[in-house]
């Protein structure tokens, strides 16, 4: 039987032990970087902490707190959420939307039950404008201020226990057929940014890359040899190198003929943020008469399936992609490049509408110049 005081990223909480039992009861104080201030908080915790001790002997803890049941649970909940990243947090993200709901700033903590928590929830799902996932994390967020309040005794019991939480729909692995691509490279759309969004797209379809390795990819990481080019890329996810073979037609997309430095990147206006890049995609699919709700990530989906339908084995597909573990660069190698260079050569030609210069087929070039790449 005891009252301990514990941090827990920055935040005080009582440990209370009691007939073999932990209780955790949050003080609503923070370690500050402020001397004075942190030395006033822990001044307060210890103060908290030396009461629930002299409740906990006299028997008096673990009574309902009959006077902050008579708080709001809005006010509970904006008291909750501070100090809490206020664009990212739930709890301080549902605030805006228990607001709007009737009465939800005006209810008690006390006056909560289940039935007001049903009702909450299924308006949040059909009146807030917020799709499934979002009105879930939000209300998940008064959720976690109900659970709080009970394990501060303001509430006897969790009036969210047993309801089930709003359902999230899988979400649409959105692919593209081969036809479908070859619609799209065959409809241009314009300016500079929008060229290089068509060419880093197909690219990625070639390759099976993730828009964070096709943004940060470079000419460092074009390999060639006999048998043609390649890439060696670390990726951005998982930290881990593949080496995938290009096709003719995915070097022909990046070869503009020029020398470049090896730390230049492929497709440096796509470096910035991918909202924008993104409304390009969806434009682009919609001149061309794709009726799909694409982004960056169809690419590497939409390689897989074609691969797969092309009759290309799985694991080697997984090589590809990156999937699998790698032991060693050298064994991955040996292993699987053959494998993934006539996986990669049954990929037909795709013929791009823009950014491709010149009509005559470029040689890959040696791997003679350590300064620059091709």
Not at 211 to 220: A, V, Y
Not at 232 to 249: D, E, G, W, Y
Not at 351 to 371: Q, R, S, T, Y
Request: aromatic share 8%; charged share 30%.
């Amino acid at each position: 039987m005891g009252v301990k005081i514990r941090e827990i990223r920055g935040k005080l909480y009582l440990d209370i032990y009691d007939k073999g039992q932990r209780h955790a009861e949050a003080l609503h104080l923070s370690v500050s970087k402020d001397p004075a201030m942190n030395k006033e908080n822990m001044r307060r915790a210890e103060y908290a902490r030396a009461r629930r001790e002299q409740q906990l002997f006299d028997g008096s803890w673990n009574l309902q707190d009959t006077l902050s049941a008579k708080k709001s649970l809005y006010r509970y909940i904006e008291e909750m959420a501070k100090g809490r990243d206020a664009r990212k947090d739930r709890v301080c993200k549902c605030l805006p939307y228990l607001k709007k709901y009737p009465g939800g700033d005006l209810i008690q903590l006390g006056q909560v039950n289940s039935k007001w928590f049903n009702n909450f929830q299924d308006w949040m799902l059909k009146e807030s404008g917020l799709g499934e996932q979002s009105a879930n994390s939000y209300v998940l967020g008064v959720r976690m201020a109900l659970g709080q309040a009970v394990r501060e005794n303001i509430l006897t019991a969790d009036p969210a226990e047993g309801i089930k939480a709003i359902s999230i729909p899988e979400p649409d692995m959105v692919t593209l057929t081969l036809g479908e691509l070859k619609k799209m490279a065959g409809v241009p759309i314009g300016g500079k940014l929008g060229a290089e969004v068509q060419k880093g797209f197909i690219f990625a379809c070639y390759c099976g890359l993730r828009i964070s390795d096709i943004k940060t990819l470079i000419w460092g990481d074009i390999e060639h040899d006999t048998d043609g080019a390649r890439l060696a890329k670390k990726q951005v996810k998982t930290k881990k190198r593949v080496f995938i073979p290009l096709h003719a037609s995915a070097w022909g997309i990046i070869n503009d003929g020029k020398l470049h430095n090896k730390g230049e990147p492929l497709f440096p206006l796509l470096a910035g943020s991918s909202t924008e890049t993104n409304r390009y995609l969806k434009q682009w699919a919609a001149k061309a008469g794709i009726q799909k709700n694409i982004g960056w990530h169809t690419a590497r989906r939409s390689c897989a399936t074609i691969l797969h339908s092309l009759g290309v084995d799985i694991y080697t597909i997984q090589k590809i992609l990156g999937h699998g573990k790698i032991a060693t660069t050298a064994i991955y190698t040996q292993v699987s490049d053959k494998e993934k260079r006539t996986g990669i050569d049954k990929m037909p030609e795709i013929k791009l509408a823009v950014g491709i210069e010149g009509k005559k087929e470029l040689a890959f070039p040696k791997n003679e110049d350590k300064g620059t790449a091709q």
